[in-house]
């Protein structure tokens, strides 16, 4: 009888919830480690419940949770220091719930930490070099420096870049805590005369980041409960860190974003409206630029935070902020910048194609063939292939039909910048509130615009609504000039020095056949920016940026098939198409489409 092979099956898992990971997770312990460890106090529950709801866990699997972690009690923790300054540990020694002695006793065994190990010299080295022979995790502060460079920091002999080497090959999990040996930190900022890099820049190992200069408490010790608990590294971000602490800006949690939106700004340091709540963006915050939850969790016993205590946030949690934000205590600028360093992350230059049809008919028929989508911006038109059903067809035979064109009209929008202002007006007393703001230093703007008639001038001409909003921010002679005042839009955009975009917000919504662009937010947002002192390229570029998010995010929940195909005069703009591409490239091909002269 022929055997039967098995080797080429594949069984397909279903993904696991977080509870059914947690469970599996305690049976495994329950049937191969004894507990060493007790936590079912009450004031060890408490501590445990309230990081368990920081990192997302519900407080139903409390139970389920610290029964882990008392099979977890054994599992040591090493603490390797390189080139820092030592904040990270600052900030983990000032932890409060639960204190640090319980922390480094009790549950996270803190087997080698240079500041409070009681043993020094050979003793110490002795602590480090038995530590390969038991299961650890690794956490690590501070970049690393190589090349000629390699001995600027040694340990008993040996250079940081081979211990760090020894250590990360054999630990259960490697945590980069703090900016430093998530980026390289202030040592590898322009001319990096240490020659100091990432830890992930160095090795091959998968290298969590928890960023920060320092970051806070809660962010150590939540991800390292998050690997006891699950054994696995939580969900990163496309910079590896932690979606649960980074995936939303600081700008989006502040206490003070009510009075960016309002345009209320601190004009400088002594300024009295700094304890009424202003925003700090006119004095240099990089809040809406960093990506941290420092306004939730703070700092010192969640006493306060930069912004709370006065200062803007200098972006300590992004790669390269040293280079790249400019002058720490002004808003970024062409004139603020220096040169941008593009290492972390690169600047996406979208895989685009760009392909000549001899006319609309041969473009549409490829489009519905391809199963893809034509964004048209000149006409103001989407055409989406779909397979229509009706009625009459069985389901069974649907695969077999032939896509469909649907046919989507982009609906009217209002261009006058005076009626903009108007209807901003009009918007509650927030929005009352910044058209004030907007009037008052904004002047040599609203002088211009106060010059237009009165009259509504509502289009679905891109190029002409981007006029409305260029002659909102910088002011407009004539409704005629709507056009050009769009392609100088466009023309700025590309001139902007950063590729951080400010968020603006505009959104794509779809009903019956028709698509309505949100732009109540983003015009709000964009005025905010201005006052604030974001220079016009910036916000420019956050415009041009903005909007082809705002498409790419509308295609992506089509979940297209084919390619992507794009028309009109927005193609030529760098920032709308890398934005436009971003999410989209990966899955399909993006093609600019155009049409040869007869």
């Known amino acids: 009888m022929e055997a039967t092979s098995t080797q080429n099956i594949t069984t397909i898992k279903p993904l696991l919830s977080l509870e059914d990971k947690l469970l599996a997770r305690l049976e495994s312990l329950r049937q191969s480690k004894v507990k060493s460890a007790t936590l079912s106090d009450e004031t060890s529950r408490a501590w445990i419940a309230k990081n368990l709801a920081l990192i997302g866990v519900p407080s139903k699997l409390l139970d389920c949770c610290v029964e882990i972690l008392e099979y977890m009690g054994d599992m040591r923790l090493v603490w390797l220091h390189l080139q820092e300054c030592t904040g990270c540990s600052e900030s983990l020694l000032r932890t409060e719930e639960p204190g640090f002695d319980t922390l480094i006793f009790d549950i996270f065994k803190l087997h080698y930490h240079d500041l409070i190990l009681a043993a020094s010299g050979h003793n110490s080295q002795k602590v480090l070099e038995s530590i390969s022979q038991t299961p650890y995790i690794l956490l690590v502060e501070g970049s690393v420096s190589m090349g000629a460079q390699e001995q600027y920091i040694t340990l008993a002999g040996k250079s940081g870049y081979e211990e760090a080497a020894h250590l990360i090959a054999h ?19 322009h001319p990096n005369p240490t020659n100091s890099f990432a830890l992930y820049e160095v090795f091959p190992q998968e290298i969590m980041h928890i960023p920060g200069c320092p970051p806070s408490d809660k962010n150590i010790i939540g991800n390292l409960l998050y690997v006891y608990l699950l054994g696995e590294l939580p969900p990163l971000d496309e910079l590896k860190r932690p979606l649960w602490a980074y995936a939303k800006s600081v700008h989006d949690l502040c206490e003070r974003r009510g009075a960016f939106l309002a345009g209320d700004f601190v004009q400088s340091f002594d300024d009295p409206s700094m304890a009424q709540g202003y925003c700090l963006y006119k ?64 600047r996406l230059e979208p895989r685009i194609t760009e392909v000549a049809y001899c006319d609309e008919s041969a473009l549409l028929e490829e489009v519905r063939i391809n199963g893809g989508v034509l964004l048209d911006l000149d ?118 020095a950063y590729p951080h975009i400010s968020p603006l917000g505009f959104k794509c919504k779809e009903s019956s056949e028709m698509i309505t662009l949100d732009s109540s937010k983003a015009l709000n947002n964009m005025l905010a920016y201005r006052i604030g002192g974001l220079d016009s390229y910036g916000v420019c570029f956050s415009i041009a940026s903005d909007l082809g998010s705002a498409f790419a995010d509308l295609l992506l929940k089509w979940q297209i098939q084919g390619s992507i195909y794009v028309r009109g005069k927005m193609t030529t703009s760098k920032p709308f198409m890398r934005a436009l591409a971003k999410p989209l490239h990966t899955k399909h091909t993006i093609i600019i489409a155009q049409i040869q002269d007869a």
């Open 283 to 346: 004095v240099g915050c990089k809040g809406p630029y960093s990506f941290n939850n420092c306004p939730k969790v703070k700092f010192n016993a969640k006493t306060s935070w930069p912004v709370q205590a006065g200062h803007g946030c200098i972006g300590c949690s992004e790669p390269n902020f040293w280079d790249n934000f400019g002058l720490i205590e002004k808003p970024i600028s062409n004139e603020s910048i220096k040169g941008f360093v593009p290492k972390f992350p690169p």
């Open 171 to 189: 630990a259960q999990a490697v945590l980069a805590v703090g900016t430093c040996s998530s980026y390289g930190g202030i040592q590898s900022a």
């Open 379 to 496: 006409s103001s038109v989407v055409s989406y292939a779909v397979q229509k059903v009706d009625s009459s067809v069985s389901l069974e035979s649907t695969e077999s039909l032939e896509p469909v064109l649907m046919r989507y009209e982009l609906a009217a929008m209002e261009a006058n910048p005076a009626l903009m202002l108007s209807t901003l007006e009009s918007k509650g007393k927030q929005g009352s509130r910044l058209a004030q703001n907007y009037k008052t230093y904004l002047e040599s703007s609203l002088a211009r615009v106060r010059t237009l008639p009165t009259t509504s001038h509502s289009t679905n001409d891109m190029l002409a609504w981007l006029g409305g909003c260029y002659g909102l921010l910088e002011g407009l002679e004539s409704l005629e000039d709507l056009a050009q005042a769009g392609a100088e839009l466009l023309a700025k955009a590309e001139q902007f």
